[in-house]
């Protein structure tokens, strides 16, 4: 009868709306299913960034700490943010000291224009600066002599997050070099002073300083004897020999003594 058709289309009906029920509740478990296997993919990913960012970040260290020239990283605002053993050393404080601490307060003598120049650059105002920083080393006192190159760290977006600076020991270059100004400036002292004949050779034999004592002598003027211009003013009977003997001695290294006229 008829009850039994209104029951057969209640019946169709919640048959209907349990199947699309189970149909809802199905697509949302595939959702979520697609769901953790996309938060799994990205967090394997995410180890992985982190794998690699480790391990850059352990070469960076192991660069750091064992460079032969001294490193370090600065923030916009001149505050040590990282640098190495060596240049901590050559501070004469230990890195701790360093840290989180801007450069004129860890090193008060730094000479301020370098400063100044290096703020620039971490604050992205400036680029590349390289000079020389010399004095007193902070702790021990001797004469220390650095090479510094200073360059802006960027994001790969160009956002300035500081500087970087690059510090190499050149004391014993600076040493040699004053050194050998000094010698320089006491044998042509020593040239002018004298009475006797005292000149420079290159390698080759090759006069290549003047001899104020021998131009006196001979009347010749410094581009006459220079180089071996000098034979030219030995008497001609002396000249072969004198000219034979001073090559054996170049080619020998060695002392010799000989006479000639002039």
Same mark, same amino acid.
């Given at each position: 009868?008829?009850?039994?058709?209104?029951?057969?289309?209640?019946?169709?009906?919640?048959?209907?709306?349990?199947?699309?029920?189970? =149909? =809802?509740?199905?697509?949302?478990?595939?959702?979520?299913?697609?769901?953790?296997?996309?938060?799994?993919?990205?967090?394997?990913?995410?180890?992985?960034?982190?794998?690699?960012?480790?391990?850059?970040?352990?070469?960076?260290?192991?660069?750091?700490?064992?460079?032969?020239?001294?490193?370090?990283?600065?923030?916009?605002?001149?505050?040590?943010?990282?640098?190495?053993?060596?240049?901590?050393?050559?501070?004469?404080?230990?890195?701790? =000291?360093?840290?989180?601490?801007?450069?004129?307060?860890?090193?008060?003598?730094?000479?301020?224009?370098?400063?100044?120049?290096?703020?620039?650059?971490?604050?992205?105002?400036?680029?590349?600066?390289?000079?020389?920083?010399?004095?007193?080393?902070?702790?021990?006192?001797?004469?220390?002599?650095?090479?510094?190159?200073?360059?802006?760290?960027?994001?790969?977006?160009?956002?300035?997050?500081?500087?970087?600076?690059?510090?190499?020991?050149?004391?014993?270059?600076?040493?040699?070099?004053?050194?050998?100004?000094?010698?320089?400036?006491?044998?042509?002292?020593?040239?002018?002073?004298?009475?006797?004949?005292?000149?420079?050779?290159?390698?080759?034999?090759?006069?290549?300083?003047?001899?104020?004592?021998?131009?006196?002598?001979?009347?010749?003027?410094?581009?006459?004897?220079?180089?071996?211009?000098?034979?030219?003013?030995?008497?001609?009977?002396?000249?072969?020999?004198?000219?034979?003997?001073?090559?054996?001695?170049?080619?020998?290294?060695?002392?010799?003594?000989?006479?000639?006229?002039?």
């Amino acid at each position: 009868g008829e009850s039994q058709r209104v029951a057969r289309r209640r019946a169709k009906t919640a048959l209907a709306v349990a199947l699309a029920r189970q =149909e =809802e509740l199905e697509g949302e478990v595939a959702r979520r299913r697609a769901v953790e296997a996309a938060l799994r993919l990205r967090e394997g990913e995410l180890v992985a960034a982190r794998d690699r960012a480790d391990e850059a970040l352990a070469r960076l260290d192991a660069f750091l700490e064992n460079a032969p020239v001294g490193i370090a990283f600065f923030d916009p605002e001149l505050r040590y943010e990282r640098i190495n053993h060596f240049l901590a050393a050559s501070n004469g404080k230990p890195v701790g =000291e360093h840290l989180g601490r801007s450069l004129p307060e860890v090193l008060p003598h730094f000479p301020p224009d370098v400063v100044g120049r290096y703020r620039e650059i971490a604050a992205g105002r400036a680029e590349v600066f390289a000079g020389t920083v010399d004095g007193p080393h902070p702790a021990a006192g001797a004469y220390r002599a650095y090479q510094v190159t200073a360059f802006p760290v960027r994001r790969p977006g160009g956002e300035t997050l500081g500087a970087g600076v690059v510090v190499h020991d050149v004391t014993e270059q600076r040493l040699a070099e004053r050194r050998l100004r000094d010698s320089e400036a006491e044998f042509k002292a020593l040239a002018l002073a004298t009475a006797q004949v005292t000149w420079t050779t290159d390698a080759d034999g090759r006069v290549v300083d003047d001899s104020p004592s021998w131009r006196a002598l001979t009347g010749q003027t410094y581009d006459e004897w220079t180089g071996v211009g000098w034979l030219d003013a030995l008497h001609p009977d002396d000249r072969p020999r004198a000219a034979a003997d001073w090559r054996a001695a170049v080619a020998a290294r060695r002392l010799y003594r000989t006479e000639y006229r002039v």
